[in-house]
């Protein structure tokens, strides 16, 4: 069985990879349905990153990194650096090709698990009145399972964080549900890593103000049009 290419959809999904690793990973994902679920994860994020980054001053150092690159793409040496420590990133591959941008974003893509669970723990705990936040419960299949949703104060959109899930097989991922009036309709698919862990955006075609709760099933890989498997965690909206 073929590795998966999980350490290549964040660049993939930029559209920043070389030649080689681009063919590598569009091949896979043709035959892989888990890694296709992870991609589509990773444009979500990749979609709304635009309107997620406010205004700032740029950091200091930034002008003479671009310099830099550009003084290495017209071939004049620059004076050598010591190596700056996300060249040194296990797993992190180096491609001339890619903007200094790219680069950046596929750090945050890469750190955005964490970060989140971090935040929306903080959020959480001091109940900030612009983000609602509803704590998931596992059930008797996942009983030490805990999940996050958290939704915007006008409920257009929110954000998922699950914790100590157990981990499937390559034939099936995790399904968000969102309920309403006993229909069910589904919020996204997921695989969660090897600690059980899941940050997601969710895919809502209506306001998540406008359902009334929230589970998560265990179905076939890519998903299914209605639950079909056990249920591992839910909630009340």
Known sequence: ?????????????????????????????????????????????????????AES????????????????????????PEMPWWQRLPGLRAAPAWSLVSLVLILVLGASNLLMWSRLTTLEGRQQTSLRTVLLQGTDTAPNATGLLVISLDGSH????????????????????????????????????????????????????????????IEPAGGSPGPTGEKVLGGAL
Request: negative net charge; charged residues 25%.
């Open 158 to 217: 929110g954000t998922i964080v699950v914790d100590h899930l157990p981990v499937l097989s390559e034939s099936q991922q995790y399904q968000l549900w969102l309920i309403r009036d006993g229909k069910r309709t589904s919020g996204g698919v997921f695989s969660v890593d090897e600690k059980g862990y899941k940050g997601m955006y969710i895919k809502s075609p209506e306001p998540l103000s406008s359902y009334t709760g929230v589970g998560i099933t």
């Open 57 to 80: 001053d740029p950091p200091p150092g930034l002008k003479e990194a671009i310099l830099q690159r550009a003084h290495q793409a017209k071939g004049i040496a620059p004076v050598a």
């Open 1 to 53: 069985m073929e590795e998966h290419v999980f350490d290549l959809l964040p660049a993939y999904a930029l559209g920043c990879l070389d030649r080689e690793d681009d063919l590598h990973v569009a091949e896979h994902l043709s035959a892989c349905r888990m890694c296709r679920g992870e991609l589509e994860s990773y444009r979500s994020v990749v979609a709304d990153l635009p309107f997620a980054i």
